[in-house]
Every structure is written in C-alpha cells, then in structure tokens.
C-alpha cells in the first residue's frame, strides 16, 4: 500500500532508510524543522539548516522516488533563548515560498515554560500574517496533557487561526480527544518506547475513528523507526480492517490536510 509519513526527521537518517521507505510503500514524506541533537549557536546555523531541508533532502528523497516536503520554524527545545529565537523567525519568511515549504512548524511547547509559550505565539502570528498552516510539537509523557491544553487555548485565543488548518501531533489517549473536539487534525507518532506504538494507534482509531487523523514515524535522533507506519498498516489488517480505512489514515487524511497548501504539488504514482 502506498503511504505519507507526515513526520519524519529524515537529517537524522543515513540514505539507505530512504531506500527502505520506498520498498515498503512510502511515496511522500513532511519533514518538520526540529532540534538537532544540539542547541545551535546562531541564525545562520538555522539558514544553513533550512536550506539543507529544502534543497538537499528534497533532492535526495527523490533519488528513491520519495517526494519531500518539510516545515521551517524555531523548536520549543531552542526556544529559551528569545533573543536567538526572534532573529530565526524574523528570517523564515525568505523560505516560504520555496518550493515544498508547507508552512510553520513543528512549533510548540517542551517544558511549558514561559519562554517556549512566548516564542510559540510569535510563530502563531508569523502563520496567520502569512496564512500558512500549522504543526504542533506538544510535550513528551507527563507534561503533555498540560501542555496540549495550553497550546489550545493559545490557538484558540488568536481568531486568524482556523483550527482545520492546524495539526497538531504527538497525540496520545489522554489528548487526542481534547485535539479533535476543538476540531483540530492530529497526528500519532509511532515510536518503540514512549507516546505511541502501533498497536495503542489502532485502538484509538477504534475508538475515535478515521476523521482528521494520520500516523508518522517522527525518525528522529532518539530511539525511532523510520517504517513504523507499515508496521500500523500491518496491525490493522491483522484486526480486519479494509483497506479503504487504512488507506485514509496513511495516504488520504495527509493529502487532504496538506492540499490546502499551494506547495503541496503531490503526483500520485500512477
């Protein structure tokens, strides 16, 4: 079955996980601004950084027959130092019309601290001057449920921001409800230890169903898997699902959110 990991660290892999992702089906990936394994030290690291996302990953996915598209933003994980956090912003708006570039993110909130909320808000403002769509980071473990309802409310709190142009990701069994009643998209990260496996994924679609939700690997510096959506597309055969229902959360659902776009210029494989 073909298939879009909508979130995908894919700086952090070696080239033959691209290999691997085309051989199990994946003709699309969305790969979000994050942290790199360190705090970086100027601007022009970020510019260094965001080039690297738009041109060379762009050209190297496409070597596998994956098309790439990827996010620009600040990181909550870097988001302490405002003064670094403010120059980065100011500057994303060169890159927005790069080819590929589907909006700001992956923004949000780490510790939930008063500087990752203040930068969070300044890139809110940045998507809705510029009418970009949105990717939410929200915090790992036992910080999440807080910090998700905090990033709602400030969602919530700024009209401009239309909540189907906004997903927010990493969402678990205690928030995924919280996400989709504001009517927000969210996305389920598959990772080997903590937010979700491929099996807890099914059970919340299960329970809450296939509309405005997809899955993604996250592949990033920490224990990952970059082919963890064939392994929730395989635990949903093995449940009985059909294929039209899998199909909508791996292929259709991120189509769909990243088609209000003009960058996202996806070519179905014939």
Not at 3 to 8: G, K, L
Not at 164 to 185: K, M, Q, S, Y
Not at 237 to 261: L, W
Request: charged share 30%.
């Amino acid at each position: 079955m073909d298939y879009i990991d909508p979130h995908i660290h894919m700086v952090s892999r070696i080239t033959d996980d691209y290999e691997r992702l085309a051989r199990a089906g994946c003709v699309a990936i969305s790969e979000p601004a994050f942290w790199a394994g360190f705090d970086r030290g100027s601007a022009e690291a970020f510019r260094d950084y965001f080039r690297q996302l738009i041109d060379f990953e762009r050209r190297r996915a496409g070597q596998y027959g994956i098309q790439h598209y990827c996010w620009l933003c600040i990181n909550a994980k870097e988001a302490e130092n405002v003064e670094l956090a403010r120059e980065v912003i100011s500057m994303i708006p060169e890159f927005l019309n790069e080819p590929g570039v589907l909006g700001i993110g992956e923004i949000g909130l780490n510790k939930n601290t008063m500087n990752e909320s203040t930068i969070f808000l300044e890139q809110v403002d940045l998507a809705a001057r510029h009418d970009e769509l949105i990717l939410v980071h929200t915090p790992h473990l036992e910080d999440k449920y807080k910090g998700t309802r905090m990033i709602i409310d400030m969602l919530k709190g700024d009209s401009r921001i239309r909540p189907d142009r906004v997903l927010i990701d990493h969402v678990e069994e205690h928030t995924v409800e919280l996400a989709l009643d504001n009517g927000f998209w969210c996305g389920m990260t598959l990772y080997p230890v903590t937010k979700c496996t491929p099996a807890r994924s099914s059970d919340i679609i299960e329970k809450h169903g296939t509309e405005r939700i997809m899955v993604n690997s996250a592949g990033d510096w920490g224990p990952s898997d970059p082919t963890a959506v064939p392994k929730f597309i395989h635990e949903m055969r093995m449940r009985g699902h059909d294929e039209s229902t899998i199909r909508k959360i791996v292929y259709d659902n991120p189509r769909t959110f990243f088609a209000q776009t003009n960058r996202f210029d996806f070519t179905p494989r014939s």
